[in-house]
C-alpha cells in the first residue's frame, strides 16, 4: 500500500520532507510515493483552495511544504492540517557569534530582513534595532555574509541552506526567534480524499517521535518541537513558499471584534486631510486614489478589513508605517504615517474625534479594524 504525497520543490526542506514521509508511512507498513510541484511562481499560488484540490484530487492525499503559524493556525476552507511532525520559523542570524535575544542589540543594530516577510514587524516593539529591508532572502543573507549589517531575520530553512551552498564562506549562526508568529508548524495538509493517508501518516510520525528518530529527520532544518502530535491543528494561516521567498504579508492580530460596539473616535478631521495629501503623493499611484486597489490591493472595504480578519489598528500601522510606501519603506515622517492612518480610518467609515492619532498610540492600539463602508 502507498501514500502519495506533494512536495513542493522550491522549498528548501523538501528533501527533509520526504524522508519524513518515507519514514513515518513506513513504519505502518506502506510505502511512499512522491510527486513534485513547484510552489515559488510569482502569480501562481498554489496554495490558492482552487489549486489545493487540483493538486490532490489530480494527484496527492499528502501536501507538504506549507508550514501554518503556531499562533494562528487557520486554514482555508476544506483544508485539513495532521499533527505538527515539526517546527521551524524566522530565526535571528548573526555573523561571528551565537545570537543574543534581540533586545540585546546594540542600540542602533541595522538587522536586515527580506521585504514583508513577518519580520518586518519585530521592530515594532525592539526599537533599539532598525530594518534594513532586502528584495529577498538571498540578498538580506548576502548582506549579512559580506559584513555590511551584523544580524538578520529570516525563514530558518533558509539559512540553512545558505549555509550549506556557502560552505566555505562566512560562518553564520542563527536560532529561532521568539516573537509572536516567528514560530512555524510543520504539517501535512490533505483534504476529504486524503483523511486515511494522514490518518497513517500521523500515526507513523507518533512512532517516529517516541523511538527518537524524529529529530534526526528534520535536522537541521526543524526541531521536534515541544506540542503534543495528538491533536490536528485547527484551521490555519498559511504562507506558501511562494509568500516567504516574495514575503508574505503575515495579518497579525489577538483582537476580537465586539460585535455592535460602536467604531471609537481616535483621530481627528485636521489630521485625517493632511493624511489624504500624504496619501495622493506617496500611496495613490498603487492603491488608488479612491482606495481601491491598483498594484496595491484595496485599503477600504471589506476586502481589506472585514471582521473576519481579526485586525487591529496596530496591526494595520504596523504594516503601512515598516513597509510602506513599497519600493521605499520607512521614508515618511512619523507624523505623516500617523496622518496618513487617519485617512484611512476615515475612508472605512471611522469617526472623527477632538484629538489626533499619535504615531505612540497608532503602533499599539487595539482598536479593531472593521470597515463599515463597501
Ligand atoms: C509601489 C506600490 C505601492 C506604494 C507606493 C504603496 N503601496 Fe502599500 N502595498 C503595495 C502592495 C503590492 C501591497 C501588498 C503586499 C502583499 O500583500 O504582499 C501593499 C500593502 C499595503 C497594506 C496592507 C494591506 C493589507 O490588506 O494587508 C497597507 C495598509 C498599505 N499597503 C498602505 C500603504 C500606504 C499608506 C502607502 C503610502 C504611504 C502605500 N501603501 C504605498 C504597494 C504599494
Not at 485539513?80 to 546594540?106: C, I, M, N
Not at 543573507?141 to 539559512?159: E, Q
Amino acid at each position: 500500500m502507498e501514500v502519495v504525497a506533494c512536495i513542493d520543490q522550491s522549498s528548501p526542506a523538501a528533501t527533509m520532507d520526504m524522508n519524513v514521509v518515507r519514514a513515518a508511512v513506513a513504519t505502518q507498513g506502506y510505502s511512499a510515493r512522491f510527486e513534485k510541484f513547484d510552489g515559488s511562481g510569482v502569480g501562481d499560488d498554489p496554495y490558492s483552495e482552487k489549486n489545493f484540490h487540483k493538486l490532490t484530487s489530480s494527484r496527492c492525499q499528502l501536501v507538504l511544504g506549507f508550514p501554518v503559524d503556531v499562533q494562528a493556525p487557520l486554514l482555508p476552507t476544506g483544508v485539513k492540517g495532521s499533527a505538527p511532525y515539526g517546527q521551524t520559523g524566522f530565526a535571528l542570524v548573526t555573523r561571528d557569534h551565537a545570537p543574543p535575544e534581540l533586545s540585546q542589540l546594540a542600540e542602533g543594530t541595522e538587522v536586515a530582513v527580506a521585504y514583508e516577510t513577518a519580520p518586518n514587524l519585530f521592530f515594532e516593539h525592539h526599537t533599539n534595532i532598525q530594518s534594513d529591508v532586502h528584495p529577498d532572502n538571498d540578498d538580506a543573507l548576502d548582506a549579512l555574509a559580506k559584513g555590511k549589517v551584523k544580524a538578520a531575520m529570516l525563514w530558518a530553512p533558509i539559512v540553512v541552506q545558505y549555509t550549506q551552498r556557502h560552505a566555505k564562506g562566512h560562518k553564520l549562526f542563527f536560532a529561532l526567534l521568539n516573537e509572536p508568529h516567528a514560530r512555524w508548524d510543520l504539517v501535512a495538509l490533505y483534504d476529504d480524499s486524503g483523511v486515511a493517508a494522514a490518518e497513517v501518516f500521523d500515526k507513523g510520525v507518533g512512532e517516529l517521535r517516541a523511538s527518537g528518530r524524529l529529530a534526526a529527520l528534520l535536522a537541521p532544518y526543524a526541531v521536534v518541537g515541544d506540542r503534543p502530535t495528538a491533536s490536528a491543528v485547527k484551521p490555519a494561516n498559511v504562507v506558501s513558499r511562494n509568500e516567504y521567498n516574495r514575503g508574505g504579508l503575515i495579518k497579525v492580530s489577538n483582537t476580537k471584534k465586539k460585535s455592535g460596539a460602536k467604531a471609537p473616535a481616535i483621530y481627528s478631521a485636521e489630521q485625517a486631510s493632511a493624511g489624504q495629501q500624504v496619501f495622493m503623493s506617496n500611496c495613490s499611484m498603487c492603491h488608488g486614489a479612491d482606495l481601491g486597489g491598483i498594484t496595491g490591493p484595496a485599503l477600504k472595504g471589506q476586502k481589506f478589513a472585514s471582521a473576519k480578519d481579526d485586525f487591529a489598528v496596530s496591526d494595520i500601522f504596523g504594516i503601512l508605517s515598516t513597509q510602506m510606501p513599497a519600493g521605499r519603506p520607512g521614508t515618511l515622517k512619523p507624523e505623516e504615517y500617523a496622518a496618513v492612518m487617519a485617512f484611512i480610518l476615515q475612508q472605512n467609515g471611522y469617526p472623527a474625534g477632538p484629538n489626533a492619532l499619535t504615531y505612540a498610540q497608532a503602533q499599539t492600539s487595539k482598536v479593531p479594524l472593521i470597515s463599515s463602508s463597501k
